[in-house]
Every structure is written in C-alpha cells, then in structure tokens.
Nanobody, 123 residues
Framework: QVQLVESGGGLVQPGGSLRLACAAS????????MGWYRQAPGKQREMVAR???????NYADSVKDRFTISRDNTKNTVSLQMNSLKPNDTAVYYC?????????????????WGQGTQVTVSS
C-alpha cells in the first residue's frame, strides 16, 4: 500500500514561517497530482496548493503570494513553504497525491492522503 508521511507542522507566531514536507512511499509507478489541503475545526477541507503533472501550481486565493509549493519527482516528495503566516492559517494540513500503481492488469489511479500535521499560528 502507498503511504504519505507529512512533517514540519508546529506552533508559530503571526508573520512567521513554516515548511511542510511530504514523502510518498510504496509501490508507485508515477504520481499525477501532488498537493496540500487543510481543514480547520468546524470547516470543510479546502485546497491550499497543488501541482498536476508539469503544469503551473494552483493556489487558493487566501495563500497566493505567501505560500510556495514544489515537488521532486525523483524523490516522490512535495513541500509547502509558508511565509507571513496568519491566525486564519491555523488548521490540520493534509498531503494529497493521485498516484498510478502497477496492478495485475495495467495501471490503477487512486487518491491518497497523509495523516495530517497540525499548524497553529498564534501569539
């Protein structure tokens, strides 16, 4: 089975920075989409940033110009550099990948989620 492991969450003051990282492991043929979602208590999960194939990254309007997503296809990793953090950025952040796996007959595409890492922005 494929596993996604996140790291880098923590407690920071407003205006501070954090870098999240996610590593995908297991039986992976290729990764179509790598990205980050977040969910605050009582709120729906929302897309923060993601990269599909070789296309330009997509960002939520609320994080544009503050966050930067990058992926390394040779290592199956994706990171999220978060600068100028605000209290409203407080949430559990989830790594997301859409992954192609080799099956007995051809390939299979499935969604995978990390366990989540807590980001708290507070003074």
């Amino acid at each position: 089975q494929v596993q996604l492991v996140e790291s880098g969450g923590g407690l920071v003051q407003p205006g501070g920075s954090l870098r999240l990282a996610c590593a995908a492991s297991g039986s992976i043929f290729s990764i179509n989409i790598m990205g980050w979602y977040r969910q605050a208590p009582g709120k729906q999960r929302e897309m923060v940033a993601r990269i599909t194939g070789d296309s330009a990254p997509n960002y939520a309007d609320s994080v544009k110009d503050r966050f930067t997503i990058s992926r390394d296809n040779t290592k199956n990793t994706v990171s999220l550099q978060m600068n100028s953090l605000k209290p409203n950025d407080t949430a559990v952040y989830y790594c997301y990948c859409n992954i192609n796996r080799v099956r007995p007959v051809g390939l299979r595409r499935d969604d995978y989620w990390g366990q989540g890492t807590q980001v708290t922005v507070s003074s």
